[in-house]
């Protein structure tokens, strides 16, 4: 099993539970914190929209709503499987399919591309993101938020979680145990994109710290982070 196999699969087995989570109880103001996060990166007007590793759909439904052309992608079936129920119904409902978000392989091309948790699962986000600018077009934008989750590093081999993100895959996640929000910008001005801004999401973090962050997390500061391809 490849570690991204690995990874998928570990996804695959979280993802009702997952989706369960990111929908749960008590938090009815959390829809439109992000609607005011996702409106303050986007343009006002529509336009074509790739949110990579969209899990079971959370950002590209957020996205849609705004107006916008949404393509949500992800390796986990199960995921995609529930992002489309989550999506059924709507009036602009995004297209969901399968695919690998370290390595997009998609028809044309996109004026934004978005990700909500992606980042610090991101294999090689040196060579991801490279990858990514293929599918932009010139002047085109990348919206994505993220946080330090493991700070103090990842969980040890105990449990779903720890077997997952072994050694091995550990590896190859360079922004898994990062400190701070910064190599994850600093990541994306190597990457030759510029125009790159850290904006630290406080309503959020006051959102879990009043109604409880996701199961078998702490209320951590996550950040929006913007950047342009030149052109």
Known sequence: MSVQQQITTYWDDRAPAY???????GRDAEADLWADVWSSALPA????????GTGSGHAAIAVSR????????????????????????MANPPRFVVGDAADPDLPGTFDV??????????????AAVRRWQRLLRPGGRLAMVD???????????EGPFGAAYDDRVRRVLPLAEAGSIEPTADLLRDSGLVDVEVTPLHALLELDRETGAAPGHEPRLQHLLTARLPG
């Open 147 to 157: 946080s330090a989750w493991f700070p103090g590093g990842l969980p040890g081999a």
């Open 19 to 25: 989706d369960a989570a990111q929908h749960r109880p």
């Open 45 to 52: 007007d529509p336009v074509d929209v790739l949110d990579l």
């Open 113 to 126: 591309l978005v990700s909500r948790y992606l980042l610090w699962t991101l294999r090689e986000p040196e």
């Open 66 to 89: 705004l107006g916008h052309r949404v393509t949500g992608l992800d390796l986990s079936t199960e995921m995609v499987r529930l992002a489309r129920r989550r999506a059924g119904g």
